[in-house]
């Protein structure tokens, strides 16, 4: 048999050529074919008007004007940078030395970190914040007790990392990934320059302060979307007992550094006026970073 002749009549997709097709964009009224057609609230429309309608519909914004997200990527990422360097440790024992948060120290001809005391022999270097080492600010927070320290080694990323895994999923999906990185962040470092005022010989390493700051975040967070208080109450009165209680073996100057910078950022990001939300925002934080950064010139002036 022979192949019908196309009829002259019967319009074509205007992306396919040799494909007929009766039915129009409902938008341009372009002919298109099943494999473009594409469902609307009224009939079929074509790729290019779909993507063109997308572009003028307003997305969903978190309550901090954050894009929303369905996949907590940040989170994802801050727990993995975090099993990281942990998985470092085990390599590198050296790592925690180097990068955990210090004030001020000693580095001995051996290797090892000393106390720091003036004056101290030349063979000893000054090491930490007031040495100029500022990395220790954020770095340590990203470390945790080395495995040489055995189960409690283990337990303390085990237990940083749920708690990261549940306040973060829950604070990005409210902040959105740009500012709840920043509160992170911030947090961390509020709980590093407090290390640094109350305790600077003292080395510190974990995620804890960051993770107080998202406690502080989630509480704000609650009160902003009238949430039920009862059980946030509960919760943050469970995170204030930890910290009391973990004073005796853990840094609680970092779990309350990290509480208090964590409380500013989110009162900033959260209750800032819709009509300039991001000044005020970007005023919030950069202001907060401000304070933090002359804190520590001003300590480490006084530590050198």
């Known amino acids: 048999m022979e192949p019908t002749p196309q009829s002259a009549t019967t319009p074509t997709c205007y992306r396919h050529a040799g494909t007929e097709t009766h039915i129009r964009c409902a938008r341009c009224e372009r002919p298109i074919c099943p494999q473009c057609m594409r469902d609307a609230s009224v009939g079929f429309q074509c790729p290019e008007c779909v993507a063109e309608g997308s572009r003028t519909v307003r997305q969903a914004r978190t309550v901090a004007g954050g894009r929303i997200a369905a996949v907590p990527l940040v989170t994802y990422v801050l727990m993995a940078v975090n099993v990281l360097a942990y998985l470092?440790?085990?390599?590198?024992?050296?790592i925690v030395d180097r990068l955990q948060m210090l004030g001020l120290g000693l580095l001995g001809p051996d290797g090892g970190a000393y106390v720091y005391q003036d004056p101290h022999p030349a063979a000893f270097q000054p090491e930490g914040v007031a040495a100029g080492e500022w990395y220790r600010l954020l770095t340590g927070s990203f470390l945790h007790l080395p495995p040489t320290d055995g189960w409690y080694g283990l337990l303390h990323i085990t237990l940083n990392?749920?708690?990261?895994?549940?306040?973060?999923?829950?604070?990005?999906?409210?902040?959105?990934?740009?500012?709840?990185?920043?509160?992170?962040?911030?947090?961390a470092l509020g709980g590093s320059v407090l290390v640094?005022?109350?305790?600077?010989?003292?080395?510190?390493?974990?995620?804890?302060?960051?993770?107080?700051?998202?406690?502080?975040?989630?509480?704000?967070?609650?009160?902003?979307?009238?949430?039920?208080?009862r059980g946030v109450n509960q919760f943050m009165a469970y995170f204030l007992v930890w910290m009391l209680v973990s004073a005796g073996f853990a840094s609680w100057q970092g779990h309350l550094g990290g509480l208090l910078a964590g409380a500013v950022a989110a009162v900033g990001l959260v209750y800032a006026p819709r009509e300039r939300r991001v000044a005020v925002q970007t005023a919030a934080?950069?202001?907060?970073?401000?304070?933090?950064?002359l804190l520590t010139v001003l300590k480490a002036g006084a530590l050198a």
């Open 161 to 187: 990392m749920a708690s990261l895994w549940n306040l973060g999923r829950l604070v990005e999906s409210q902040l959105g990934r740009v500012r709840y990185l920043a509160l992170y962040l911030l947090s």
């Open 285 to 293: 934080c950069v202001g907060l970073l401000a304070v933090l950064l």
């Open 88 to 94: 470092g440790e085990l390599v590198r024992p050296q």
């Open 196 to 229: 640094l005022l109350l305790a600077p010989e003292t080395p510190t390493v974990g995620a804890s302060g960051a993770i107080f700051g998202l406690a502080a975040a989630y509480y704000v967070i609650a009160r902003r979307l009238g949430w039920d208080m």
